[in-house]
C-alpha cells in the first residue's frame, strides 16, 4: 500500500465481466479490497456510471470512480505520439488529478471517470511489431539513442493508479528484459515511487516530473506537492533511471520569471551530485481549444487561471482543430528565458523539445 500521503484512492471500483478474464483484472479488484474501496461487478461489459444529474456531482463521482476494462483491439493499435516518443501505449485512460488545465479535457468523451486495462499482458507482448518503426526518436539523428521510445502518459498519469493496478511496475519490469533498443517513458505530478525503485529497469525506463512553480501548482490539485515530486525525481535518478522533467504547461503569468526561476534553482539542487545523471528537459506552453476550455468553464468555475484573448492567437493543428496558443513575442521571451535557465541551472540537461 502506497506511503504518500497524496495518493490517490478511489471511492468504488467498477469491474466488467470480461476484465475478471484476466490475471491483471483480478490483482486490480485484489488489491483494492485490501484497501477498503467498494467493488461493483458488472454483469457484462457495459460501464454502469450511475452518475448524479448535477453536473458537477456528476464529476466528482466520476472522479472518485476507477473502472476495470479489457482495452479493444483498436486501443491496442499504437499511434505516434509527437513530439514526445515514437509511439504512445495506453496503460489507462484518464487521470484522477484535478488540474483546471487539464490536457485530456474535451479529448476524452463522457464523464471524466478514470479506465485501467486488464488486458495488460496483451497490450504488452503487442509492443515488439514496433519496434524501429517509429520516426519521432527511431529515426531522428538527435534522439536516435533513445531507441524505439513507448510513452505510456499521453492519456493519464500511470503513477497516480500504480497503488491499484500495478500496471507500471509490470511494463518497466518488461521493458528491462526487452533486450532491444527501446525506452518506456512515463511523466508524472505523483511522487510515491517507491515501488519503482528495486525493479531491475536496465535504464529503458525514463520516468519525468510534470512540475511547474509553486504558485501555479494551485491549478494542479490532487496532486503531490512540486518539492515531493522533485525528491521523487531525485530517488529514481539514484537508483540508476534516466530521468526527466516535463515543465508543463509553462504559463506566462505575472511574476512568471521569478517563479520559473525558482523552480529550475529548485530542481538544480534537487539533482546535485547524482552520479551519471542522464536528464532531459520538455517545455511545454499553455494552450487551450474552445471545446476543453468549455469542459474546464464547468468542471472549475472558480479557477483563475487565465485563457482569455490577451497575448493569444489561433492556431490551426494538422488535425484540422484551432488551439489558442501565446502569441510570437510572447513565445520568443519565454523560449529564451527557458534556454538560458536551463544551461546555468541545469547545465547537464538535454532539452528534447519546445512547444
Known amino acids: 500500500m502506497s ?29 483494492a479490497e485490501a484497501q477498503g474501496v467498494e467493488i461493483v461487478l458488472l454483469p457484462g461489459d457495459r460501464l454502469a456510471l450511475d452518475l448524479p444529474d448535477d ?34 501505449v495506453d496503460l489507462a485512460e484518464g487521470c484522477p488529478a484535478h488540474c483546471s488545465y487539464c ?5 476524452l468523451k463522457g464523464p471524466p471517470i478514470t479506465r485501467v486495462y486488464a488486458n495488460l499482458d496483451e497490450i504488452l507482448d503487442g509492443l515488439p511489431a514496433y519496434l524501429g518503426q517509429g520516426t519521432i526518436t527511431s529515426r531522428n539523428r538527435d534522439r536516435a539513442h533513445e531507441g524505439t521510445t513507448f510513452e505510456a502518459s499521453c492519456y493519464t498519469d500511470p503513477l497516480a493508479l500504480e497503488p491499484i493496478t500495478g500496471s507500471l511496475s509490470a511494463a518497466i519490469a518488461r521493458f528491462g528484459r526487452w533486450d532491444a ?10 511522487a510515491d515511487v517507491g515501488p519503482l525503485l528495486n525493479i531491475d529497469h536496465q535504464g529503458r525506463t525514463r520516468m519525468r516530473a510534470s512540475v511547474n512553480p509553486r504558485i501555479y501548482a494551485r491549478f ?4 503531490s506537492a512540486v518539492a515531493d515530486r522533485l525528491a ?9 533511471y534516466p530521468v526527466g522533467l516535463t515543465i508543463a504547461p509553462i504559463i506566462a503569468a505575472e511574476g512568471w520569471r521569478q517563479a520559473y526561476g525558482e523552480l529550475l534553482a529548485n530542481a538544480g539542487a534537487a539533482l546535485a551530485g547524482v552520479p551519471e545523471l542522464d536528464l532531459t528537459i520538455e517545455l511545454i506552453t499553455h494552450r487551450f481549444t474552445a471545446g476543453s476550455k468549455a469542459v474546464l468553464d464547468s468542471w472549475y468555475p472558480g479557477s483563475s487561471l487565465d485563457m ?3 497575448r493569444r492567437v489561433t492556431k490551426r493543428t494538422k488535425f484540422g482543430t484551432e488551439k489558442q496558443v501565446y502569441d510570437a513575442t510572447t513565445m520568443r521571451e519565454l523560449r529564451g528565458f527557458f534556454e538560458e535557465g536551463i544551461a546555468s541551472a541545469l547545465p547537464s540537461a538535454r532539452i528534447l523539445y519546445w512547444t
Open 103 to 107: 490536457y485530456l479535457a474535451g479529448s
Open 220 to 223: 494542479e490539485g490532487g496532486t
Open 181 to 190: 533498443p527501446v525506452q518506456l517513458r512515463f511523466t508524472t505530478k505523483f
Open 308 to 310: 482569455g484573448a490577451t
Open 232 to 240: 521523487a525525481l531525485r530517488r529514481m535518478a539514484m537508483a540508476g
Open 3 to 31: 506511503s504518500d500521503k497524496t495518493a490517490w484512492r478511489p471511492r468504488r471500483l467498477l469491474v466488467t465481466r470480461s476484465a475478471m478474464g484476466f490475471a491483471q483484472g483480478r490483482a486490480i479488484v485484489e488489491r
Open 55 to 88: 453536473p458537477r456531482r456528476a464529476y466528482a463521482a466520476a472522479k472518485t470512480t476507477l473502472a476495470v476494462v479489457v482495452a479493444p483491439p483498436s486501443k491496442r493499435r499504437l499511434q505516434p505520439i509527437a513530439p514526445s516518443a515514437d509511439w504512445r
